[in-house]
C-alpha cells in the first residue's frame, strides 16, 4: 500500500497548530482572534512543508521503490531499458539505483545461462545427429551380411568395406570431439617452441600428396627465399593446422585444381596463406565455416569425409597461439585462408621441448 504524504503532514500540522494554540492561551489578554491566527498561520506553513518534504523527498523515492519490487516480482523486467540517475546524493535515490544495477546484473546472468542452455542442447542435437550417419550405416550393413549376404562372395566384401567406413568416420568423429572437449577444458596443454615451418610443411604434402593426385590437383609452396621460416608455436598443433587447410583446400576444390601455401616474412611475424582455386565459400556461410558441424554442402562435406570439426579445431589452436585466422573467398574462384605466427624469439636455435603428438584428422 503506497503511503500517504498528506494524511500525515495534516496530522502534524494540525498538533504544531494545536500547541502554538494552547501556549498563545497561556498568554494573558490574548484575544479570539489572535488565537485564530495563532492557529491557522502555523498549522499552514506547517502543512506545507512536512507535505512537500515527505511528498518530494521521501514517498515519491519510496513509491518508486515499491514499483520497482512490484515489477521485479511480477519478473517484468522493461524498466531496466531506462538509465538511473546518476551520482545523486539522495540516499534512497541511491538504493534505486542501487536496485537497478543489480536488476541489470542478475537479467545479464540469466540470458548468459539461457543462451548457454540453448547452446548445449543444439550441440547435443547435432552430436546425435552426426552419430547417428555412421552407426545407422555400419549397423545396416553388418545386418545385411548377418540375414543371409555373408553367403554372396560378390556383396560380402563390398559390405563389410561399406561398414569399416562407416566406423572409421565414427572413430574420426569422436576423435576430433575428444580434441575439441580437451582444448576447452584445458586438457591439451600447448608446448610453444622455436621452428622452422620448412620442417613441416613437406610432411604435409607428403600426407596428402595421394589425395591430391587422385583428383590431378598440384599442391604448391610458395616462398621468397630458401631461409628457415623460423616461429614460436606448438610444432604439432601448427602442423594440424597446416593438414586441415590444405586437406580442405583439396576437398573442396575441383579436378585439376591447384593449391597454393605461401609463406611471407613481416616484420614481427610470418603469413602462412592457403590458397586454392576451387568452389569458393559463399559471403554468408564464410562467418559461419568455423562453427562446429557447419558445412555449406552438408552432403558434399560428408560424402568427402569430412566431420565438420576441422575448422572449429583450427580456430581454437590459433585462438591459444593469440592469432586468428582471415578467409577471403569468391564462388566459383577459390577462397585464402591466412593466418600469422610470431617469429621465433632466437631465429636461428631450435629449442627442443617434449611435444604431445595428437593424431592428424584428415
Ligand atoms: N577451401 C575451401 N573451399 C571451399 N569450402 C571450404 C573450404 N574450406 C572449408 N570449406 C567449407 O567449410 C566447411 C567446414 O570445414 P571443416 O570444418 O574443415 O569441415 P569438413 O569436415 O566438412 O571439412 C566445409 O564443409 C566446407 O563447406
Ligand atoms: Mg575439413
Not at 33 to 56: D, N
Not at 90 to 98: A, Y
Amino acid at each position: 500500500m503506497p503511503l500517504r504524504s498528506r494524511g500525515i503532514a495534516l496530522l502534524l500540522a494540525f498538533a504544531i497548530a494545536g500547541l502554538s494554540v494552547a501556549f498563545l492561551s497561556l498568554v494573558e489578554g490574548v484575544t479570539g482572534f489572535q488565537l485564530f491566527v495563532g492557529a491557522v498561520i502555523p498549522f499552514s506553513v506547517s502543512y506545507l512543508l512536512i507535505y512537500i518534504t515527505f511528498e518530494f523527498l521521501i514517498f515519491r523515492e519510496i513509491n518508486k521503490l515499491y514499483n520497482v519490487f512490484e515489477k521485479l516480482q511480477k519478473k517484468d523486467l522493461t524498466f531496466l531499458d531506462k538509465k538511473p540517475s546518476k551520482g545523486s546524493f539522495h540516499p534512497l535515490k541511491r538504493i534505486n539505483d542501487e536496485i537497478y544495477i543489480y536488476a541489470t546484473d542478475r537479467q545479464r546472468e540469466i540470458d548468459e545461462l539461457q543462451k548457454l542452455a540453448a547452446f548445449r542442447r543444439e550441440f547435443i542435437a547435432d552430436i546425435s545427429h552426426e552419430l547417428k550417419t555412421p552407426i545407422f550405416s555400419a549397423q545396416g550393413y553388418v545386418h545385411t551380411l548377418l540375414d543371409g549376404a555373408i553367403d554372396d562372395k560378390a556383396v560380402r566384401m563390398k559390405f563389410l568395406k561399406r561398414a569399416a567406413k562407416s566406423l572409421n568416420a565414427l572413430d574420426k568423429l569422436v576423435h576430433d570431439l575428444l580434441t575439441l572437449s580437451q582444448m576447452e577444458n584445458g586438457s591439451i596443454r600447448f608446448h610453444y617452441e622455436d621452428f622452422d615451418l620448412l620442417e613441416i610443411i613437406p610432411e604435409v604434402f607428403e600426407q596428402l600428396e595421394h589425395k591430391a593426385e587422385r583428383r590431378e590437383i598440384s599442391l604448391q609452396l610458395i616462398k621468397k627465399s630458401d631461409k628457415p621460416y623460423m616461429v614460436h608455436a606448438d610444432k604439432d598443433k601448427i602442423f594440424r593446422v597446416i593438414q586441415n587447410l590444405i586437406s580442405n583446400s583439396i576437398k573442396y576444390n575441383k579436378d585439376g585444381g591447384i593449391v597454393e601455401l605461401q609463406l611471407d616474412r613481416n616484420k614481427s611475424d610470418i603469413t602462412i596463406s592457403v590458397r586454392d582455386n576451387g568452389k569458393g565459400i559463399p559471403a554468408d556461410d564464410i562467418k559461419r565455416i568455423f562453427e562446429r558441424f557447419y558445412r555449406v554442402d552438408k552432403s558434399r562435406s560428408k560424402e568427402k569425409g569430412g566431420t565438420g570439426l576441422g575448422l572449429a579445431i583450427v580456430k581454437h589452436i590459433l585462438e591459444a597461439h593469440q592469432t586468428k585466422i582471415t578467409v577471403t573467398s569468391s564462388v566459383g574462384k577459390g577462397s585464402v585462408f591466412s593466418f600469422k605466427l610470431q617469429k621465433a624469439v632466437n631465429p636461428v636455435a631450435t629449442i627442443e621441448e617434449p611435444t604431445e603428438k595428437i593424431n592428424s584428422m584428415d
